[in-house]
C-alpha cells in the first residue's frame, strides 16, 4: 500500500476496521467521575501562568519580611511605571498579574481610611497615590487580567490576634474586592501570628489561624462580591499552595486533595480520587527572594532556567505564578525585563505551531462520532475523544505527516468529567519499530513531555495503561521546543554587598563548613541536628576589619529528607578572634518553607574582622540541619 493510499484509508475511517475494531458505544456523553472543577476554576486552569508583583515598603528597607514599625514616609518610588512592569509580565507570555496590596508589614498600597500605616501617610504623590489603582489601570490596558494578594497577618496592627482585627480585616478584604473592577485571584498568604510591632505592643501573638479568622466566611464573602475570583490557600479555598517556593510541582500533581486542613507532602503532589478539586498553583520569584534586593540583580533565573519551571509546574498541570519584584523607582531592573522577553519570545515561538496539525487520528475504541479520535486535534478543549464506558485502558495512534519533528509532546484531559487517567505511555513508531518515550501518572489540565532530542517518527501513540474511567482527552499536540536568546549575565555592582571570597572557616561543630563560603546555592554545609544544649557553631574569619551592617543566611533548597534549616540565630563579633560580644540574637522568620535568603539587619552597625554564627535548633523536626550561604551587608552610603 502506498503511503497517499494508506493516509487515505485512515481519513476515511476504515483503518480502524482494519486494525482493531472500534468499541460500540452510545454518543452520549460520559458521567462526570470524582471530583470536578467549578466555573471559576475552570477559567483559572485556562490561564496557565501569571506574574506576581511584589513591592511594598520592604522594597524600602531591603526586607524580606518587615516588622510593622516602619514609618509610611519611607514608601517613595521615584519613577513608578505600571506600564513597564506590566508590559514586560506580557512579554514574559504571563497573563495575569497579582499584586501585593497588602504584606505582613501592614503597610496598605491603596489608600484606605480603615488604617494610618498606608500609601496616604507616604510621600509618593504628595500622599494622593493609588498603587493598587495604578497597577490595575496599567494591567487591563494591556489585556492582562488583575488579582490581589492580602496578607491575613499584620505585624502593625494593635489589635492582630484580637477578634477587632478580624474585622478590620473583613473590611480591607471588601474595600478592595469592591473598588478594582474584576478580579481573577485573591491570595490570602499561610504566614499568621508571631512577633510583631502590634501599635507599639511589640510582642508575639499565636493564633489558630482557622479558628480566627473563620476561613469559610472570608472565602464567602470574596465571592459575593467577586463570584469570578478563585482564593488562594486555606481549606475552603478554590486553590492550595504547591508545598514550596521552588517553582516545581509533584510528579503527577493532582488537581484534587482530602477534605481536611492542608498538609505540605498532600499539597506538592495532590491526592489521586480524593473528593475535593483544589488544584495547586506553583509560586516562584524570578530572583532568589520575594521583594527587589540590589544584591540579587547578578541572581536572576536565566531564560533556560524559566523554561525548565514551565514544565515543571504548567507542564504538570498547575498554573505557575512567577514573581517580578520592582525596584525602589518603581520598576523592574532592565536584567529581568531582558530575561522575560527572551524566555516569552521562545516559548511563543514554540507553541505558536501545533505540529499534530495535519496527522491522521484513529483508535482502539470510540464512544462515538461526537467523541471521535479527531477530536484531539481540533485546538478545542470543549471537544473529547471517548470511549464506551467500558474501555478504560484503550488506544490512540497518530498517523503523522512525513518528516515532522518534535520534542514537546502535550496533553489535556477534558476538565468537566473530572480526572479519568491514572497512568499513561507514549510510543513512536521510528524506522517500522514501536518505542516506548514516556510513561508518567496523571494528564489532568495539561501534562508536557519533553523529549531529550527531538524526533521524526512515523506514527505516535498513546496508551491508557491505567484509569478509573472511560478517559476524555481534549487535546494532543506536538510543539518543536525554540531556543531562548541569551541574556548577558549581570555584575554584582552592589557595593554594600561584602564579597566572601576571601572569607575562611576558622573553627566548625562539623565538616564541610566551606561550602557556606562557595557563593553556590546548591551545595550546603549539612550536620547532624542540634541537640539541646549544644548549638550548630561555626567561626568565619572576614579577612579584613569591616563595618557590618547585618548578615544574610541563605537556606539550601535542595530536596533532602529529615533534613531543615536552622529556626533561629545567634550572631556574635570580634576584631581580634579573642574577644566576642553579642549583636544580633533571633528567629529566621518562615524560613522552613520559604526558603528563601535571609537578610538580617544588626541594630546598628558593627565593626568586625570575625563573626561566629550559632544556631541552636532545626526550624521543624529534622535529623540534620543545611545552611547553603552565610554572606554580610556593609550600611548604605550615608546611613548613619
Known amino acids: 500500500m502506498t503511503e497517499v493510499s494508506r493516509r487515505l484509508l485512515l481519513a476515511s475511517g476504515l483503518a480502524a476496521t482494519a486494525t482493531h475494531a472500534i468499541g460500540a458505544g452510545r454518543d452520549t456523553a460520559p458521567k462526570p467521575w470524582g471530583a470536578t472543577p467549578s466555573k471559576r476554576q475552570l477559567a483559572w486552569h485556562a490561564r496557565e501562568q501569571y506574574a506576581f508583583v511584589h513591592f511594598s515598603i520592604n522594597t524600602f528597607t531591603d526586607r524580606e519580611w518587615g516588622y510593622g514599625d516602619e514609618d509610611p514616609k519611607l514608601f517613595n518610588p521615584t519613577d513608578f511605571s505600571p506600564d513597564q512592569i506590566v508590559a514586560a509580565a506580557k512579554a514574559g507570555g504571563m497573563r495575569g ?67 477587632a482585627y478580624v474585622e478590620y ?146 507542564g504538570r498541570g498547575t498554573n505557575l505564578n512567577l514573581n517580578l519584584p520592582p525596584d525602589r523607582r518603581g520598576r523592574l531592573a532592565d536584567i529581568d525585563v531582558e530575561t522575560l522577553k527572551s524566555f516569552g519570545t521562545a516559548q511563543t515561538a514554540t507553541f505558536a505551531t501545533d505540529l499534530a496539525k495535519g496527522a491522521v487520528a484513529s483508535a482502539s475504541h470510540v464512544r462515538g462520532k461526537t467523541y471521535a479520535a479527531s477530536t484531539v486535534l481540533d485546538c478545542n478543549r470543549d471537544t473529547y475523544w471517548s470511549t464506551p464506558d467500558a474501555i478504560t485502558t484503550p488506544t490512540l495512534t497518530l498517523d503523522l505527516p512525513p518528516g515532522r519533528s518534535f520534542d514537546l509532546i502535550r496533553l489535556r484531559e477534558y476538565l468537566p468529567l473530572g480526572i479519568r487517567v491514572t497512568r499513561f505511555a507514549i510510543d513512536a513508531e521510528i524506522g517500522g519499530q514501536w518505542r516506548k518515550l514516556a510513561e508518567h501518572s496523571g494528564i489532568g489540565p495539561q501534562r508536557i513531555v519533553r523529549l531529550e532530542k527531538p524526533i521524526a517518527p512515523r506514527r505516535l501513540r498513546l496508551r491508557i495503561l491505567e484509569g478509573t474511567a472511560c478517559p476524555a482527552i481534549s487535546e494532543v499536540a506536538l510543539f518543536r521546543q525554540v531556543a531562548p536568546a541569551p541574556v548577558a549575565p549581570v555584575r554584582n555592582t552592589d557595593t554594600t554587598t561584602v564579597v566572601t571570597t576571601r572569607w575562611s572557616i576558622v573553627t566548625a561543630t562539623a565538616p564541610g563548613a566551606k561550602a557556606l563560603l562557595d557563593d553556590d546555592s546548591a551545595t550546603a554545609w549539612t550536620l547532624p541536628a542540634p541537640a539541646p544544649g549544644t548549638p550548630a557553631s561555626v567561626t568565619i574569619d572576614l579577612a579584613a576589619t569591616e563595618t557590618l551592617a547585618g548578615f544574610v543566611l541563605i537556606p539550601s533548597r535542595a530536596v533532602m529528607a529529615n533534613t531543615a534549616p536552622p529556626k533561629g540565630y545567634r550572631v556574635e563579633a570580634s576584631t581580634d578572634g579573642k574577644s566576642w560580644q553579642d549583636i544580633a540574637k533571633g528567629e529566621l522568620p518562615n524560613i522552613a518553607y520559604a526558603l528563601a535568603a535571609q537578610r538580617i539587619a544588626f541594630a546598628r552597625p558593627t565593626t568586625a574582622r570575625y563573626l561566629r554564627f550559632s544556631f541552636a535548633e532545626t526550624a521543624i523536626p529534622a535529623q540534620r540541619l543545611a545552611i547553603a550561604g552565610l554572606g554580610a551587608f556593609r550600611p548604605k552610603p550615608g546611613a548613619s
Open 169 to 314: 480585616f473583613r473590611k480591607q478584604v471588601v474595600e478592595l474586592c469592591t473598588r478594582y473592577g474584576t478580579l481573577f485571584e485573591f491570595w490570602f498568604d499561610g504566614a499568621n501570628g508571631g512577633d510583631g510591632y502590634y501599635g507599639g505592643a511589640r510582642d508575639t501573638r499565636k493564633i489558630d489561624a482557622p479558628k480566627y479568622y473563620n476561613w469559610p466566611s472570608i472565602v464567602a464573602l470574596v465571592h459575593e462580591h467577586q463570584p469570578m475570583a478563585c482564593t488562594f490557600d486555606p481549606l475552603g479555598a478554590d486553590l492550595r499552595w504547591v508545598g514550596n517556593e521552588d517553582g516545581i510541582a509533584g510528579d503527577p500533581c493532582w488537581p484534587t486533595m482530602p477534605n481536611h486542613p492542608y498538609v505540605q507532602s498532600e499539597g506538592n503532589s495532590g491526592v489521586r480520587g480524593a473528593p475535593l478539586w483544589w488544584p495547586a498553583e506553583t509560586d516562584v520569584s524570578i530572583r532568589p527572594g520575594w521583594f527587589y534586593h540590589a544584591d540579587e540583580d547578578s541572581k536572576v533565573k536565566t531564560p533556560a532556567r524559566l523554561i525548565k519551571l514551565h514544565d515543571e509546574s504548567v
Open 97 to 163: 498579574i497579582i499584586l501585593t496590596a497588602k504584606h505582613h508589614d501592614g503597610f496598605c498600597l491603596w489608600p484606605t481610611m480603615l488604617t494610618e500605616h498606608c500609601i496616604r501617610n507616604s510621600p509618593y504623590k504628595d500622599g494622593k497615590g493609588d498603587i493598587v489603582g495604578e497597577m490595575e489601570r496599567a494591567t487591563r490596558r494591556a489585556g492582562l487580567d488583575f488579582g490581589l494578594y492580602l496578607s491575613p497577618w499584620d505585624r502593625n496592627h494593635a489589635e492582630y490576634g484580637r477578634p
